[in-house]
């Protein structure tokens, strides 16, 4: 019981550092998890299928954004460096609800979630640094 608390509140922490082989099995298992879960929902009702999925959703929000946190600052990176993807998308919906209609304005920002995507995901994709950093002391098993 101590072991699943524990590994609970490390799921839930933002300080300190994770590395590339604890950020991709996470998120693998996750998407395995909603793949599940998308699965058991077909054979739901609409509504049941819709809260189930949008519950296991929400209750992976926290973990994944600690994990990529803690994945940025095995890299030396700031933890806001997980804005990246959403920022351009924070920046459309602005756009959008001042227009009311999506134009060449509001669509230019979202055109952006691609490659600040693809920058994160590189970013998380790069090894870590091999000595203490600002964030916590270098992590001894890692994944090359």
């Known amino acids: 019981m101590n072991s699943i608390l524990h590994?609970?509140?490390?799921?839930?922490d933002f300080r300190g550092r994770a590395s590339r082989s604890e950020y991709w099995i996470f998120h693998v298992a996750g998407m395995l998890a909603l793949l599940f879960v998308s699965l058991i929902s077909s054979l739901l009702p609409a509504?049941?299928?819709?809260?189930l999925t949008r519950g296991v959703a929400a209750m992976l929000l926290l973990p994944t954004l600690a994990v990529s946190v803690r994945r940025m600052h095995d890299t030396g990176r700031s933890g806001w460096s997980v804005l990246l993807p959403a920022l351009p998308l924070a920046l459309s919906l602005f756009?959008?609800?001042?227009?009311?209609?999506?134009?060449?304005?509001?669509?230019?920002?979202?055109?952006l979630v691609v490659p600040g995507t693809?920058?994160?995901?590189?970013?998380a994709a790069q090894r870590g640094e091999d000595h203490a950093n600002s964030f916590g002391p270098a992590l001894f098993w890692r994944s090359y």
Do not use: N, Q, Y
């Not at 509504?47 to 809260?51: G, M, N, R, S, V």
């Not at 693809?118 to 970013?123: D, G, K, N």
């Open 118 to 123: 693809a920058l994160f995901l590189i970013m």
């Open 7 to 12: 590994t609970l509140r490390h799921c839930m």
């Open 95 to 111: 756009f959008f609800s001042l227009s009311g209609l999506p134009g060449l304005l509001g669509l230019l920002p979202l055109l």
């Open 47 to 51: 509504w049941w299928a819709a809260w």
